[in-house]
């Protein structure tokens, strides 16, 4: 199974910084994931800095301890109290889990989080563990088994409290109020992604609250299990000519998204499965050229230029509106990656009079592996052809 | 009279040999002919790599007519002789 997760914010209103803080990392040889949200005391820069001690001195823990409870209680034992208000310096919600579907989760002080199947709200059991060096503070703890579908939500209290003391909800929305607005969304839109998911949660606080100001900061966390969405890429053509047809068909079984980046590549799979392509030449936007068109075929793609491009775009996080553009936003949509690459070489793109220096297909996909695995948490295989 | 087909290659040798400004036909070539020459893109000709040494690119191919290092100028003139000889 494949663990969706994101996290949306939304600051106290008239402050410049977040006062709550949330870290994730994903151990992709482990299949194991770790999450903090945590909630800062106040708001603002204090806070700030407080949630996001707590958060990835945390997640720092459960890395060196592998064991989330003790890593939990280090922090349960050591937090500082607020001198004035008698309280924590910030609370927190974590989670361990892996693609297997077990999850250990510890909270303290925020709100508890939903688990949701089937539409239904499960309510897990859990042990407590008090602080043994502060007597009013509580840690929960949860040890539970996620199913494909599973949804966990967790928020800090400007979720649960929005829209207190207001003429219509005087108590807040209150984990009553959170389970309606997730429940509603997910009756609409059942696959509805974690990210889009959290950012309705948040944006259906902000539309509680009175006058649509944030009156403490806000932060929804979802975490969805599902199948991966999985995509190939064919780019090049292969070594052994004698090979194309195979390939081709390889390719063109695949069942999940498509996109095929070179010129010679897309000729070769038009002409093994007698697919035409289409290319308009309307959309060069000056330095790529355009899409092409391939009936079953999500993207066409020149080769090198774009894939180049592509990868500057995955660098930088800044995405044009071209060819490599729709070519990065295709990768990212996805979670498990295939590239297929062809290992003949073009001569031609070598000549060293040309006005552009062309890199060796293989490299740049090698690069372009490299920024997909480590900065977007992709999962990448690379076939030589 | 035949239609004229042109073909512009889009593959990564004729694009960065200034196969971007044959675009320009996109505009002149349907003010000029109306609909009598049919302009579109192709993902690659397959020219380039065939004398590699000696890269003519960017490549246009009117009808079958190849016209190497292309140029808006001698795309026209080569639709011009076709459509004479045609008369």
New interface residues.
């Given amino acids: 199974m494949f663990i969706d997760i994101d996290c949306t914010q939304e600051k106290k209103y008239n402050q410049n910084t977040y006062g709550d803080y949330f870290v994730s990392k994903r151990y992709p040889e482990a299949g194991r994931l770790v999450a903090v949200l945590s909630d800062g005391l106040g708001s603002g820069i204090k806070a700030n800095i407080l949630a996001c001690m707590t958060s990835t001195m945390l997640l720092k823990f459960v890395e060196a301890e592998s064991d989330i409870q003790k890593a939990c209680e280090i922090i349960l034992n050591s937090l500082p109290v607020c001198k004035i208000r008698k309280i924590s310096y910030s609370t927190f919600s974590a989670i361990d889990c892996d693609d297997e579907g077990n999850a250990k989760i510890v909270e303290e002080g925020n709100p508890q989080f939903l688990w949701i199947r089937n539409n239904q709200i499960l309510e897990p059991q859990y042990r407590i563990i008090t602080s043994k060096t502060f007597s009013n503070r509580h840690m929960h703890i949860y040890k539970i088994k996620l199913e494909k579908g599973d949804r966990l939500i967790f928020c800090s209290d400007g979720v649960t409290q929005a829209a207190l003391g207001s003429k219509d909800l005087r108590l807040g929305l209150k984990r009553e109020g959170l389970i309606d607005i997730v429940l509603k969304e997910l009756s609409t839109e059942p696959n509805i992604s974690s990210r889009e998911l959290s950012r309705r949660i948040v944006k259906s606080a902000l539309i509680a609250e009175p006058d649509h100001k944030a009156k403490d900061d806000i932060s929804a966390l979802c975490v969805y299990y599902r199948d991966p969405r999985e995509s190939l890429i064919f780019t090049g053509p292969p070594y052994h000519q004698a090979k194309d047809s195979i390939y081709a068909h390889t390719f063109f079984n695949f069942q999940g998204k498509k996109a095929v980046c070179?010129?010679?590549t897309?000729?070769l799979i038009s002409r093994e499965l007698g697919i035409p392509?289409?290319?308009?030449?309307?959309q060069?936007s000056?330095k790529?050229?355009?899409i092409?068109h391939m009936e079953g075929i999500d993207l066409?793609t020149?080769?090198?230029?774009t894939l180049t491009k592509a990868c500057e775009y995955l660098e930088t996080e800044e995405i044009g509106k071209d060819a490599a553009g729709e070519l990065v936003k295709f990768l990212l949509d996805s979670d498990c990656i295939t590239f297929m690459v062809g290992a003949k070489l073009?001569?031609?793109?070598y000549?060293p009079t040309?006005?552009?220096e062309?890199e060796i297909r293989k490299n740049i996909i090698k690069k372009m592996k490299k920024l997909l695995e480590d900065k977007y948490i992709k999962k990448v295989t690379v076939q030589y052809m | 009279m035949k239609e004229i087909n042109v073909n512009?290659?889009?593959?990564?040798?004729c694009?960065?040999?200034g196969?971007?400004n044959l675009?320009e036909l996109?505009e002149i070539v349907p003010k000029k002919y109306g609909d009598k020459v049919k302009?579109?893109?192709?993902?690659?000709l397959?020219l380039?790599?065939i004398n590699?040494?000696y890269?003519k690119?960017p490549y246009v191919k009117v009808n079958n007519e190849v016209v190497a290092e292309a140029t808006v100028e001698k795309v026209l003139n080569e639709i011009e002789r076709q459509m004479t000889n045609e008369q």
């Fill in positions: 070179g010129g010679t897309a000729n392509v289409r290319n308009d030449l309307h060069i000056g790529l050229p355009s092409s066409v020149e080769g090198i230029l073009n001569q031609a793109h000549d040309l006005p552009v062309i | 512009v290659c889009l593959g990564t040798t694009f960065v040999m196969g971007t675009n996109l302009v579109s893109g192709s993902p690659c397959g380039c790599s590699w040494e890269s690119a």
